[in-house]
């Protein structure tokens, strides 16, 4: 029995077996869409905002402490009119701007996020660590790193789209549990 195949055939050298039929789908989904589902993948947008050259436009998520939660970072997404760099900063100090509200991906539940969040144009302060720095070339841009990014009670992330002449924009999602 030389020519016998116990798992592959010759015509099929990697054994397989269709699981996933039409008579018996599979779902598959990512993690933020079950946090969706529970109400708890929550969104921030800058919308399109003109940012003058030397600064940055600046997004800020802080998790209070004692909040009880924390968050899971799932992405980023944009877009810039000029070559910029996104830096994701832990912690770090923004003066002024606007306080954001975060909305919950589940339309009308009652479910609120318990973070706090601030825009701002102009410089991070305070002593921020980078995490990564990424270049861009102007045009749309998507970060995913679905639940790799944790911020616990008491920390903050805050995403940095600049630094120049641009009009750029900053959306981020994220889950709380």
């Given at each position: 029995m030389t020519n016998y195949h116990v798992f592959n055939s010759p015509n099929r050298p990697l054994?397989?077996?269709?699981?996933?039929t039409y008579v018996s789908p599979g779902v598959e989904a990512t993690p933020d869409a079950g946090a969706a589902a529970a109400g708890r993948l929550f969104s921030l947008t800058t919308g399109n905002v003109a940012v003058a050259s030397g600064s940055s436009l600046l997004l800020q998520v802080v998790n209070p402490?004692?909040?009880?939660?924390?968050?899971?970072f799932s992405q980023a997404i944009g877009g810039t009119t000029a070559a910029a760099s996104l830096i994701l900063y832990r912690g770090g100090t923004l003066t002024g701007g606007a306080g954001l509200t975060p909305i919950n991906n589940l339309f009308g539940s009652p479910i609120t996020s318990v973070m706090t969040a601030q825009q701002v144009t102009g410089s991070i302060t305070g002593s921020p660590v980078s995490i990564m720095s990424i270049p861009l070339t102007s045009g749309a841009y998507q970060v995913r790193l679905p639940?790799?990014?944790?911020?616990?009670?008491?920390?903050?992330?805050?995403?940095?789209?600049?630094?120049g002449a641009l009009t750029g924009s900053i959306n981020v999602s994220w889950w709380e549990f």
């Open positions: 054994y397989t077996q269709q699981m996933n402490a004692g909040s009880g939660r924390t968050l899971y639940g790799t990014i944790l911020v616990p009670p008491g920390q903050s992330v805050t995403f940095s789209l600049g630094t």
